[in-house]
């Protein structure tokens, strides 16, 4: 049986191994053979870019080789797909090389669109690629005070990220010494300050603890850059002397070209994983359409439930169990404290107060992540 | 009455019925009419609140066995 995983981001590199383990017998019998191809040799740990941009990580932390992370029989190419033929069970890459499969699992991820926003791209920060997280990191460095105005495009990749920038700004202005010089203007699309009710119920009072103000239905429609002015699409106007962005996101360019997706995301059974109308195609990660977090986390245990069922088609000759949505999202409140959101489908979060201990636990994961996706943790 | 397009966020925490609404008209045409599912009683009040704020057409709300209906239409 041939498995072929495209996308070797945390969703497709966690299923690879995950794989390689339940299948090492299969796999030395050539009964089944893994084959992930990948954009790049390298891998990148994205959460950490949110730390990059406050100076707090730097970008030799961010890397490791894809290669390296991957449990032996696994075949590696680094070689993108451009074309899926579904029809035939077979893809072909840049390199012009053509895959068959009898399973195939889309794992391609999404990319930042700030270019969607007019005059966007031009005028705001965002820590979303590692270029743009060391922009972000300078303008920082070079800002002696004013108005921070932070905004955000739908959908965007970890919805704790508008929170955690926030927090993480208050603190990084005040150790500096220019807390007092700065006014943080939070933005957020729904009308409340985070789409998790709890979260938003713990999140309000901290703003007006710590003097940041918020506005909310606030979804930007275009960027003012002359007279430094956000706009959004129900009529508010947010004044700006440094622009913080959380784009807008879409699917891969390469899911839109041979038109799997709206946006870039493949529709996709939120139990199964399957796409829609595919049965031996599985989406995960960022790439699914299924009304979720686009997240790292969402994507690890959705590569442990797939790789439990493929393992078991192979073994059994049908999966065993539905994916429940669980998700488990830190949530950085500053530079010192944080806690966590844990929920799935049918049960939301339930956040705590945050704490040291919490923070402490995030920085550990920042370092075992590798472990994670090595398939280990 | 004119197709919908069917927005299925039952079950969805996060982002939410609402964001999920608000990423999926960017794709739609003037209009188009969708139908937001959801499984959290607070989107009857939270998404009419948005369309009227933006200016897209409420066309109604209806409730069956915990799921609540949204009915909308683009109209820019």
Not at chain 1, 43 to 48: E, L, S, W
Not at chain 1, 228 to 239: P, Y
Not at chain 1, 243 to 252: A, S, W, Y
Not at chain 2, 21 to 43: P, Q, T, W
Request: net charge neutral.
């Amino acid at each position: 049986m041939k498995i072929l995983i495209v996308g070797g981001g945390m969703g497709g590199t966690i299923l690879s191994n995950n794989l390689a383990r339940r299948l090492a017998a299969e796999i030395r019998s050539r009964k089944v053979q893994i084959t992930m191809l990948t954009a790049s040799e390298k891998h990148m740990y994205q959460p950490g870019l949110l730390y990059l941009a406050l100076g707090r990580m730097t970008p030799d932390e961010l890397y490791r080789d894809q290669a390296g992370l991957l449990e032996p029989g696994i075949d590696l190419q680094v070689d993108p797909v451009e074309t899926f033929e579904l029809d035939q069970n077979q893809v072909k890459t840049k390199g012009g090389k053509t895959h068959a499969y009898d399973i195939l699992v889309i794992a391609t991820g999404s990319r930042p669109a700030p270019e969607v926003i007019p005059g966007l791209a031009e005028n705001a920060e965002q820590f979303y690629t590692e270029q743009g997280a060391l922009k972000m990191f300078r303008s920082l460095q070079a800002f002696q005070g004013g108005r921070v105005v932070i905004a955000m495009g739908v959908p965007h990749k970890c919805p704790m990220a508008p929170l955690e920038i926030t927090f993480m700004l208050h603190d990084y202005f005040k150790d500096r010494g220019i807390r007092d010089k700065v006014q943080l203007h939070y933005t957020y699309p729904v009308g409340r300050v985070h789409s998790l009710e709890p979260v938003a119920k713990w999140a309000q009072p901290e703003f007006d603890r710590l003097g940041i103000t918020y506005e909310t239905l606030f979804n930007m429609k275009e960027v003012d850059g002359k007279n430094h002015v956000v706009k959004s699409e129900e009529g508010g106007e947010a004044k700006y002397d440094l622009l913080i962005t959380i784009p807008v996101h879409k699917g891969m360019e390469v899911i839109e070209k041979n038109k799997l997706g709206q946006g870039g995301f493949i529709p996709t059974n939120k139990t199964k994983l399957t796409m829609e109308g595919h049965p031996n195609v599985y989406v995960i990660g960022d790439t699914t359409n299924i009304p979720i977090s686009k997240a790292g986390s969402t994507a690890h245990y959705q590569a442990e439930t797939l790789g439990e069922n493929i393992a078991a088609i192979v073994k059994l000759g049908q999966p065993v169990r539905e994916h429940d949505g669980k998700v488990f999202c830190f949530i950085e409140c500053g530079k010192d404290r944080a806690t966590y959101a844990m929920f799935n489908y049918t049960n939301p979060p339930d956040p705590k107060p945050p704490t040291r201990a919490m923070h402490w636990f995030k920085m550990a994961y920042n370092k075992l992540y590798w472990t994670s996706a090595r398939g280990l943790l | 009455m004119p197709e919908r397009t069917i927005i299925d966020a039952r079950g969805s925490f996060c982002p939410g019925p609402l964001m999920e609404l608000i990423a999926r008209l960017k794709y739609g045409k003037v209009g188009e009419e969708f139908e937001v599912l959801s499984s959290d009683k607070g989107s009857a009040n939270d998404i009419p609140e948005w369309l009227h704020k933006v200016g897209h057409e409420f066309l109604g709300t209806r409730e069956e066995a915990g799921v609540w209906h949204i009915a909308l239409r683009k109209t820019k």
